[in-house]
Nanobody
Framework: QVQLVESGGGLVQAGGSLRLSCAASGRTFSSSAMGWFRQAPGKEREFVAAINWNGYTTSYADSVKGRFTISRDNAKNTVYLQMNSLKPEDTAVYYC??????????????????WGQGTQVTVSS
């Protein structure tokens, strides 16, 4: 069983930056592909970014490409989401998720096995 705890959310002005962290417990983190999703008020949860077990493969939603960067540190059992040039439409609860598979990254919620509780990101205009 893997438990995920997100941190780093908060209130930031448009154009600013935040770095989210997701700390994982359990011995399987280094063999898990990981992802970030977000859910804005009144909207469905959507894919943001994903990374395979060694960080060599990543994927991004078009809406964040060039602004967000996903990375991981397996020695620290942590995955990160660096968010730059934030926009008001980035306001959402951000969730970290993990898969039982190491190499295949995924963009669909149903393909993830573990979820964090979420962290709120609010971008003011």
């Amino acid at each position: 069983q893997v438990q995920l705890v997100e941190s780093g959310g908060g209130l930031v002005q448009a154009g600013g930056s935040l770095r989210l962290s997701c700390a994982a417990s359990g011995r399987t983190f280094s063999s898990s592909a990981m992802g970030w999703f977000r859910q804005a008020p009144g909207k469905e949860r959507e894919f943001v970014a994903a990374i395979n077990w060694n960080g060599y493969t990543t994927s991004y939603a078009d809406s964040v490409k060039g602004r967000f960067t996903i990375s991981r540190d397996n020695a620290k059992n942590t995955v990160y989401l660096q968010m730059n040039s934030l926009k008001p439409e980035d306001t959402a609860v951000y969730y970290c998720a993990g898969r039982r598979y190491k190499n295949t990254i995924a963009v669909m919620e149903r393909d993830y096995d573990y979820w964090g509780q979420g962290t709120q990101v609010t971008v003011s205009s």
